[in-house]
């Protein structure tokens, strides 16, 4: 069978070999610590879970059937008012789109933006699929660094040099999945303010909005409003990644081609997700539940941080304001093993059943680096996981 060159020419990512070989370890019943999933480590917020169940119960027909390609207009509601509560901007239903996903939304609206040959803007290491579906969009990807020395901030000359020289657009996350920064307002400002004068967008990925241990989010969309598109997502907030729902807002022209090409690929995103989610944002146990979540992932992100420290000195660790992840500088010890960071974490995973992702999954600028996730585990896994690397380091002499 040939399968489309587009398909064959995207490769297959570290992240996803390293899944699959974990994935036969645990077949074989090897007890694995892993630091590799960018999923929550809570059940979701229950209050969407019972009202799900309540409207199931109701009218299993309604939930259970087709909806409108926009989204249902309760959560288009709720999203708005979550928003503009939250210091976003002042959004009206319409200005909101329900999609499957924060990965959808962006597949979508640059869709929505691009044709093929067009030249869209990433900065790395970020997150890996940005890089996949400009590609497999027909897309040229320009690379702009986000150096760990700078504190994994965008390089805002690099971007504006592109934005300048025509690319559509500027893919941002803030904060950022795999280094956990938050960015600058100011560096956030000085690339929607170019991407304005060179008539170019901004995709300001939100996922990660309410998931801050310092500070609070900056909505971007709020002084940029007809330049940035956000994108959110519900899987790291209320915790249902695996229901598969986000949505995006912005420029009236830009969501209704998004909620049109939504019907086109999709028809719609899962209307049991939306009855979830439009019930959990509006109820005020949600507040209370992200505060609790929160606690949880800071005491764990402390003890990942500390046991970094103390195991593995020589790794570039620093403690994140947000999101789930420590973007750790291994070079120091890949140095002495003289291998790379994608053999390593198929070395450790093998050697010591501990994963951590290779950060060479978020670009080749993530070289060198490994992504531990530390919201899955509980505080005395992280520190036995930390534990076993550094012990795998002492017994290959790099430690
Ligand atoms: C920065 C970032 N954007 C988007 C996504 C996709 O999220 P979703 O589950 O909403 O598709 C992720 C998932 O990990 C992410 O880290």
Redesign the pocket.
């Known amino acids: 069978m040939v399968l489309s060159n587009r398909l064959m020419s995207l490769g297959v990512s570290p992240h996803r070999k390293l899944a699959d070989f974990v994935y036969q370890l645990k077949l074989m019943g090897v007890k694995v610590i892993s630091f590799a999933a960018?999923q929550p480590g809570v059940p979701p917020y229950e209050g969407a879970i019972k009202a799900l169940g309540e409207a199931l119960r109701k009218d299993p027909y309604r939930v259970s059937s087709y909806g409108p390609s926009a989204g249902l207009p309760e959560l288009r509601e709720a999203i708005a008012e979550d928003v503009k509560r939250a210091g976003g901007p002042d959004l009206t239903p319409e200005d909101v789109a329900i999609v499957s996903?924060?990965?959808?939304g962006l597949q979508l609206t640059l869709s929505v933006l691009t044709d093929p040959g067009d030249r869209v803007v990433v900065p790395e290491p970020s997150?890996g699929m940005y890089e996949y579906v400009s590609k497999f969009l027909g897309l040229r990807v320009e690379v702009c660094p986000q150096p760990s020395e700078n504190g994994f901030q965008p390089d805002v000359e690099c971007i504006a040099k592109h934005l300048r020289k025509g690319a559509k657009a500027v893919i941002i996350?803030s904060p950022d999945?795999p280094t956990g920064r938050v960015a600058d307002r100011g560096v956030l400002k000085a690339i929607a303010e170019t991407a304005q004068e060179s008539g170019a967008y901004v995709i300001y990925?939100e996922?990660y909005r309410y998931i801050y241990y310092e500070g609070s989010h900056y909505y971007l969309a709020r002084d940029y409003p007809d330049v940035v598109i956000g994108v959110g997502?519900f899987?790291k907030d209320l915790a249902i990644?695996g229901f598969r729902l986000?949505f995006v807002y912005g420029p009236k022209e830009v969501i209704a081609g998004v909620k049109r090409l939504k019907g086109i690929l999709g028809i719609c995103a899962s209307i049991p997700a939306q009855y979830a989610a439009a019930a959990g944002l509006r109820d005020p146990g949600f507040r209370e539940y992200l505060k609790k979540v929160l606690g949880i992932y800071r005491s764990r992100r402390d003890v990942a941080y500390d046991a970094l420290r103390r195991y593995l000195p020589e790794a570039g660790a620093y403690l994140p304001k947000a999101a789930m992840y420590i973007f750790a500088d291994f070079r120091p010890y890949l140095e002495k093993l003289g291998v790379d960071d994608v053999k390593f974490a198929f070395d450790l995973a093998e050697k010591k059943h501990v994963v951590m992702v290779p950060g060479q999954a978020f670009g080749a600028l993530g070289k060198g680096f490994m992504r531990v996730t530390f919201v899955t585990q509980d505080e005395a896994t992280i520190e036995e996981g930390i534990k076993q690397v550094a012990e795998y380091l002492r017994e290959a002499g790099a430690l």
């Open positions: 960018g996903g924060g990965l959808d997150y996350a999945n990925d996922a997502s899987s990644p986000g």
